[in-house]
Every structure is written in structure tokens, then in C-alpha cells.
């Protein structure tokens, strides 16, 4: 008997698996968002170059774009709630076996790759969850599911702050480690939703049918041949550029105050205003491009160069105020772009090919998130100034900004040479049809 997916309930239980996707924001993209509270302890105990302590973030931010393509297919093959399980076991796991400091290369292994892996085996199957349980109020879902980031973020940055001065930083990983076992019991609240009997094929011969329908064949994950698409390949090069410059300031922010005689706990506040002025944002940004005001890739353009600008300003500052004021604009405009960049995929894709469009621009932008962070680390050692890593950020955010007004302009090309073209079909027609009269 053949079966139709269910269609999305638009509430009910859905609202608890967008609670589940809140809770498994905060314990994977907020527990990294505050990587950077542990990089002076870790590059002071093993006595290594700013670069060299850079790869564990680095390793970690890798992995999560990675693992998007193998989250996929896991799911496919079993169901979102085993995936984000097993996630939950792999993000435990690396904080557990960290807080061992056996060697830094050790925190390449566990912070890095294991970490990275489960952050993206748990973040990826959540989104989906929330996309299958909501279709009229989805945008709502995924603002509340996505705020879990901004708001645990906010509550970290102090938290980590204080069980890296009691516990040290290697009894801080352990107690991540068992938050973030939590994440299994998030897993567990996913519950699928079951698949509907068409009424129509219930026949008499029910039990010959079903032997007789062959299972339905499996789409591909992905559609390389989007990558002849110049719109997506320019598309592909401002997110490398862009994650270049994303995951920096965050981990640069604390050891740049500390440079300044900031006190040790004034910096972690820094990241938890920032997180607020992140929230701030995704939700002002995602309420301005739903008004349709400016396309969505000329908001893209105009947030992504203004952050840039922020962050060639950011370190003017020499003082408390001073750094918590631009750091709060550039987490309202990393806010705005979050908001909307991965939207902005289906303006050059089209909806159909989202799905595939989304996990090359995931694939890809691993490139720039692998890169970024030990570049401006090695950029730090050899200039021995912090200011010199948000310099680097703040040029890679300017620069991808050009490649989304090529991206945006190829677009606009492409409607007009569409529009024009069936203006002229119509013309033709009306033609046509005053001869023939």
C-alpha cells in the first residue's frame, strides 16, 4: 500500500520539537561561539604560537560544514532523532576526552574533530525536524528554534568564565561535556512524524499490491551540476570569503581585551552583549527582508560591507566601552546576515534545488572557516598585535561583499533577458492573431 508523507501539523508537537531545536542551538553553535574564553588558558599551558592554538576552533568550525553532507544521508537512512542522538554522543565525547590534556594535538582530535562532527550531526537533523512539523507559521519556528544560539550564548560567556577561574579550563571541558549529554535527551524528543496510506490504493487486493509496488527511488543528496551555474559559484565564493571572516572576531575578541588590561571576567561579558545584539539582529533583519523593501541580496550586500567597516574600526577601542560598543554593532550585523544569507540561496537556485544548493554552499564554506582563524592568528604572532586579526576579518567581509553585487547583478540580467524575451513572444502572438483577423 503506497504512502504519502504526513502533512505538517502547524503546532501541536511541533512546538516541542522547535523547544528541542532551541535547546540543541544553545548546547552546539553557543557552547563554539565561546571557544574563545578558553584560547589563552590552552595557549599558555602548552607554551604555542597564536596560530598553532588557532586550529582547534578552526578544526571544530571545519568539521561542522562537513558533516552536513554525511547528517544528510544519515537521516535519510534513518530518522533525524537517531542522527542528533548520536550527535549528542560525539559532542560529549570530545569535551569528555579533551579535559584529559593529554596534547594539543589531542584538542585537534577531540575539540576539532569530534566536537565539529557532533555539533553537526545534532545542528543539521534539528533544522530539518523543524521544517517538516511547520509550514505556514515555519518562519516563526525557526526564528524561536534559532534564538536557543543567541540566548545560551548569552548565558556562556559568564558561565564559562566562571568554571574556567574555579574548575580550570580542563575541569570547564568535562562539565561541558556532560551539558551537552543533553543533547541525547533533545534527540529524543524528535519524534517523526508518521507517514499517511493513500485512501486510494486501499484495494481488495491490498496484501498483492504492496508486494507488487517497488520502493520509490532515492533522489541524490546533491546536484553537482549547480556548480556550472556562475551565479552559485560566485555565491560559493563570497561564503569562503565571508566564513573567512566570520569565526575571528569571537575568537579574538577576550585575548584582544586582555591585551588592554581589561579584568578577565569584563571580556566575557563582551560575548554575551554580543550574543543579544545576534538576536537583536536576526530578528529585525528577517522582519525588514520580509517586507521586501530591497531584495534580499542587496540586504545581503549592504550588511555584509557595514560589518566589514565595524570591523576595521573595532579596534580603535582601548577601552572597555569602546570595544563593547562596536562589538555589540558587529553582533547585530553578523545577526542580519545570518538572517539571511542561506534564504538568499533560493534567488539563485530556485526552491527545488535548495536543498542540494545549500549543502555545497556548506561544503564550500568549510574552506574559509578552516583558513580564517589560523591566518589571522599567524598575522598576530608575526605583527604581535591582536588588532591586526580583525583588520584580516574585516577586508575578507569587504571583499566577499563584492562577489554577492556580481552574484546579484547576473540575477537581474537573467529576468531581464527573461522578461524581454516573452515581451517579444507576446508581441509576436498579438501579431499573429491581428493578421489571421
Known sequence: ?????????????????????????????????????????????????????????????????????????????????????VGGLLTSAGMLLASLDLSLPWLYLTMGILQGMGISFSWIPANSMVSHYFDRWRPIAYAIASSGECVFAIMFGPFFQWLIETYSWQGALLIIGGLQLNLCVCGALMRPLETVQNPIQQTKEGVEADAAVFPPRRKPLFHFSLLRKPELVLYILF???????????????????????????????????????????????????????????????????????VLLLLPIGHNYWSILVFSSLYGFLFGCVVAIHVTSIVDIVTLEAFDSGLGLFMLFRSIGGFIGPPAAGWLVDEMNDYSVAFYFSGLCLITSAVFVVLVDRLIQRRKDVKAEGQQAMNQLEEWEGGKVK
Open 1 to 85: 500500500m503506497k504512502q504519502r508523507r504526513a502533512v505538517p501539523p502547524d503546532g501541536g508537537y511541533g512546538w516541542v520539537v522547535v523547544m528541542s531545536a532551541f535547546f540543541i542551538m544553545g548546547l552546539t553553535a553557543a557552547v563554539l561561539k565561546n571557544f574563545g574564553l578558553f584560547f589563552l588558558d590552552i595557549q599558555t599551558h602548552f607554551g604555542v604560537r597564536t596560530s598553532t592554538t588557532s586550529w582547534v576552533t578552526s578544526t571544530t568550525i571545519a568539521m561542522f560544514h562537513l558533516g552536513a553532507p554525511a547528517a544528510s544521508a544519515l537521516t535519510l537512512q534513518s530518522s533525524q532523532r537517531v542522527v542528533i542522538i
Open 239 to 309: 561564503a569562503i570569503f565571508a566564513a573567512a571572516g566570520f569565526f575571528i572576531p569571537p575568537l579574538f575578541l577576550v585575548p584582544f581585551a586582555n591585551s588592554l588590561g581589561i579584568d578577565k571576567y569584563w571580556p566575557a561579558s563582551i560575548l554575551s552583549v554580543l550574543a543579544f545584539a545576534d538576536l537583536a539582529g536576526r530578528l529585525i533583519c528577517g522582519w525588514v527582508a520580509n517586507m521586501r523593501l530591497l531584495r534580499n541580496l542587496q540586504l545581503l550586500t549592504m550588511v555584509v560591507t557595514l560589518l566589514g567597516v
